[in-house]
């Protein structure tokens, strides 16, 4: 079975900088997609960043200049690199993954348990 585990999370101070992996496991088939998530009490998920198997990225509004998202294609692992971190980046951060099948390209995606980001001020 295809299995995300995500690691990192924690306790830090408004302004200081925490570093989450993803690690991915029994993945038969190309993966198209790599993204960062994340979901505070009250609110909606959301995309933190992404990053494509050709090495596209994309980033929410929100976190743009300050988090990095890199991928291991080889390994399939994602990274995402949080700095100048806010109180209103607190939330739960999930890692998911999709994969492509072939015959018909059907794609499907699959989630993490997700890690704490928990920001003080």
């Known amino acids: 079975q295809v299995q995300l585990v995500e690691s990192g999370g924690g306790l830090v101070q408004a302004g200081g900088s925490l570093r989450l992996s993803c690690a991915t496991s029994?993945?038969?088939?190309?993966?198209?997609?790599l993204a960062w998530y994340r979901q505070a009490p009250g609110k909606q998920r959301e995309v933190v960043a992404t990053v494509t198997r050709g090495g596209s990225t994309t980033y929410g509004d929100s976190v743009k200049g300050r988090f990095t998202i890199s991928a291991n294609n080889a390994k399939n692992t994602v990274t995402l690199e949080m700095n100048s971190l806010k109180a209103e980046d607190t939330a739960v951060y999930y890692c998911?993954?999709?994969?492509?099948?072939?015959?018909?390209?059907?794609?499907?995606?699959?989630w993490g348990q997700g890690t704490q980001v928990t920001v003080s001020s």
């Open positions: 029994g993945i038969i088939f190309s993966i198209s997609d």
């Open positions: 998911r993954c999709e994969v492509e099948y072939p015959l018909g390209g059907r794609r499907v995606d699959y």
